[in-house]
């Protein structure tokens, strides 16, 4: 069974089509690549399954469960970790706290039990924090622990989003873009690194990329939009061969 | 971080001790004085809370202020309850209050927020006249000091100075806990992005609803123990003034910040009197330079602005330390 299925999703702004009757599959444990130019719907696709866009049409399951009427804030603890494109990070608060906040989902202390900081409150901030200690090391992030999320350069946010992204535990990662404001050997690190979050974490992984060369490397399988529709799906080496794909990005280079 | 640990603690330590031998050492007076500087600093943390933490504007706590304050005074005045137990019953009340005014709020950003609940700090007053067979309209109710228990040789300035801080330590401790922990960065992380804050699962709206009635029941409390120490409550006391001077005190002391909260208190207690003295004939004006020289030379609140000299004097002894200790905390809100 599928991990996450989509069916027909679309999204409309005004008159805009954004995403015109999406559908694919991934399967567990799969690295699902999600190519296309740009304004061709990839960050709208990821921002409607975390539920923060509303699909006009078509339906979402993930692990065979309707996702598409849960609440945004449902999402996360559902198994749905995301990263953002543009960066949505909590500024004033330091890496490690942007990380704990991370783990909110799978952490359960309530107002009062909080204020009066009860014994079991204690040790579950205890292991939230051990865990993004233990995440901010897997990232290369423990120098700047303390360090407020403002004010760090791009590439070091990008990964501090994926570490808190990895604290919610998730089955699904959606990724937007993890490449962004990296050179070019940092990208074939990065492309070890999301094979190694797959391998040992046992995730699913749903990645936005326009480095071609990282998502043909690293998936399994490679949907590409256009204008909204999917045009093609299929292996790296399929995907490439594909005529429609390769008019697609010509048509967006000559523009 | 275990470095700074330890001279916190020390300090803490000798502050509570001073604050537990001024009663001693200062006439009634100054002693009344203090003991409504701890009341504004309650009701500071609560406006902190919302505004700093969370990012909602209150322009109206001193609404909550005077609910709380009533609902002491009425307890007392009408049913003899003692003081003590009026303190819970006005908190728990503005909890729910707040949290019920926090729910259509949700829809009001910035600006607007504080509009909606200026008008509440509008409206008070006047619901508290119209309802003069319970308030005593605008001649308010008079109330009698209570006098220490099991004997103690104190006297009821003494005793009440003891009662406001014990309970500011209490709601103090409760604060930080909770502004330190989970819910504390889920209610910081709203403030700095609420879509992200919805995307790692915290539910935006409950917890702001959750954090304005929390907030509500601080200011509450806080005008319960008004009532008890000034032992008089009257409408007018509850103008809307109230409400700018708690929101000067908290951008003052530091809005995201809860020793901010005493540091606020002790400007809106002293600073006006202060103003007084200079000047007679324009007061406000004095004060005004105050408040703008202050802003100037402190953006960041005076607890900020502590914060600043503190790293700046701990850095030049330990230069690896203070690059990580930039205020995080000190930010205001966008
Ligand atoms: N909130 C919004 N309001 C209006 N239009 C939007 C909104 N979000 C996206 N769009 C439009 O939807 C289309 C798809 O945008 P989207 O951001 O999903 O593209 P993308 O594939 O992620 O592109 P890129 O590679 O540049 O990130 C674009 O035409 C965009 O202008
Ligand atoms: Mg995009």
Redesign the interface.
């Known amino acids: 069974m599928p991990i996450l299925s989509v069916h027909g999703v679309t999204v409309r702004f005004g008159g805009i089509i954004a995403l015109d009757g999406v559908s694919f599959d991934i399967e567990p444990r799969q690295i699902v690549g999600l190519i296309g130019p740009n304004g061709a719907g990839k960050t709208t696709l990821f921002n409607c399954l975390?539920r923060?866009y509303i699909a006009a049409a078509g339906t979402v399951s993930f692990e065979g469960a309707p996702l598409l009427t849960q609440?945004?804030?449902?999402?996360?603890?559902l198994g749905i970790g995301?990263t953002?494109q543009n960066l949505?990070?909590?500024?004033?608060?330091?890496v490690l706290?942007n990380v704990?906040?991370?783990a909110?989902?799978r952490?359960s202390?309530?107002?009062l039990s909080?204020?009066?900081?009860l014994g079991w409150?204690a040790r579950?901030?205890a292991a939230?924090r051990a865990h993004a200690e233990e995440l901010l090391d897997f990232l290369d992030l423990g120098l700047v622990?303390?360090?407020?999320a403002a004010g760090l350069p791009f590439a070091t946010l990008k990964r501090v989003e994926l570490a808190?992204a990895l604290a919610?535990r998730p089955k699904l990662l959606l990724l937007d873009e993890p490449a962004g404001g990296l050179n070019h050997e940092e990208v074939g690190t990065l492309g070890a690194l999301i094979q190694r979050i797959r391998t040992e974490r046992g995730l699913t992984i749903l990645l936005v990329e326009h480095h071609m060369s990282l998502v043909m490397q690293v998936s399994d399988k490679v949907v590409v939009l256009d204008f909204g529709r999917k045009i093609a799906e299929g292996t790296p080496a399929e995907v490439r061969r594909n005529p429609e794909v390769i008019k697609a990005y010509l048509g967006s280079e000559a523009a | 971080?275990s470095g700074s640990r330890l001279p916190r603690l020390v300090g803490l330590l000798s502050l509570l001790l001073a604050a537990c031998a001024l009663p001693f050492v200062l006439s009634n007076f100054r002693l009344f004085q203090f003991s409504q500087v701890y009341i504004y600093a309650i009701a500071i943390l609560g406006l902190n809370m919302l505004t700093g933490y969370n990012g909602q504007f209150s322009l109206g706590h001193g609404a909550f202020y005077a609910i709380g304050a009533y609902v002491s005074a009425i307890m007392m005045d009408r049913w003899n309850i003692a003081y003590g137990w009026t303190l819970p019953v006005a908190g728990v009340l503005c909890l729910v209050v707040g949290f019920l005014f926090g729910l259509p709020a949700l829809r009001l950003e910035g600006l607007y927020l504080a509009l909606a609940t200026f008008s509440l700090a509008l409206a008070v007053p006047q619901i508290l006249k119209y309802f003069e067979h319970w308030t005593g309209g605008s001649q308010g109710i008079v109330l009698s000091k209570p006098n220490a228990p099991f004997g103690l040789k104190l006297n009821p300035d003494q005793w009440l100075y003891f009662v406001t801080f014990a309970v500011l330590v209490l709601l103090f401790w409760?604060?930080a806990?909770?502004l330190k922990?989970?819910?504390?960065?889920?209610i910081?992380?709203i403030?700095?992005?609420h879509?992200?804050?919805?995307?790692?699962?915290?539910?935006?709206a409950l917890y702001k609803s959750?954090v304005f009635g929390?907030s509500a029941a601080y200011t509450g409390v806080a005008g319960a123990l008004s009532a008890s120490v000034i032992a008089y409550v009257a409408p007018d006391s509850f103008n809307v003034f109230l409400s700018v001077t708690l929101l000067i005190g908290s951008v003052i002391g530091g809005l995201?910040s809860i020793s901010g909260a005493v540091f606020g208190a002790l400007f809106i207690q002293f600073v006006p009197n202060w103003a007084q003295d200079i000047s007679k004939a324009a007061p406000w004006a004095i004060f005004g330079v105050f408040l703008i020289g202050f802003m100037y030379l402190m953006p960041f609140g005076i607890a900020g602005g502590i914060r600043l000299l503190w790293i700046r004097a701990t850095r030049s002894r330990v230069p690896q330390e203070g690059?990580?200790?930039?205020p995080?905390?000190a930010?205001t809100t966008t």
Request: glycine share 8%; aromatic share 4%.
């Open positions: 975390s923060l609440p945004a804030h449902r999402i996360a603890g995301r953002f949505a990070l909590f500024p004033t608060q330091t706290q704990m906040v991370g909110h989902c952490t202390s309530d107002f909080n204020a009066l900081k409150v579950e901030e939230c622990a303390h360090h407020p808190r919610s | 971080m409760l604060g806990n909770l922990g989970r819910i504390g960065r889920a910081v992380a403030r700095d992005n879509i992200a804050a919805e995307a790692m699962g915290i539910n935006t959750l929390v995201a690059r990580s200790a930039v995080t905390q930010h």
